[in-house]
């Protein structure tokens, strides 16, 4: 099974970037969907952005297009998620998800079995 390890999270300026990072390891080569998402105490999971097949579909929620961008390595080992003219409200705990089987729903959490244990990303205003 996939095991994923999300870093790269931290405290920033309203309109600074962060980049996450998410390594999978433990049969990655075998991922075909991976997602990230963000939770804010109090509130439901979000999906902010999914990927299929190694980059050949993206997906984005619409608080993020334009702003974010998901992209894996070559191997499918790692994920990324850049983070450009970050807002107060993109504050939370972001997650990396992966599963093997895709069914369509990039930006819903029952898409994925296999979860990270999250980064936190805090915006100043």
């Known amino acids: 099974q996939v095991q994923l390890v999300e870093s790269g999270g931290g405290s920033v300026q309203a309109g600074g970037s962060l980049r996450l990072s998410c390594a999978a390891s433990d049969d990655s080569d075998s991922v075909n969907c991976m997602g990230w998402f963000r939770q804010v105490p109090g509130q439901e999971r979000e999906g902010v952005a999914g990927i299929y097949g190694g980059g050949l579909k993206t997906y984005y929620a619409d608080s993020v297009k334009g702003r974010f961008t998901i992209s894996q390595d070559n191997a499918k080992s790692t994920l990324f998620l850049q983070m450009d003219s970050l807002k107060p409200e993109d504050t939370g705990m972001y997650y990396c998800?992966?599963?093997?089987?895709?069914?369509?729903?990039?930006?819903?959490?029952?898409?994925?079995?296999?979860w990270g244990q999250g980064t936190q990303v805090t915006v100043s205003s």
């Open positions: 998800a992966a599963d093997y089987l895709c069914h369509g729903e990039a930006l819903s959490e029952t898409e994925y079995d296999y």
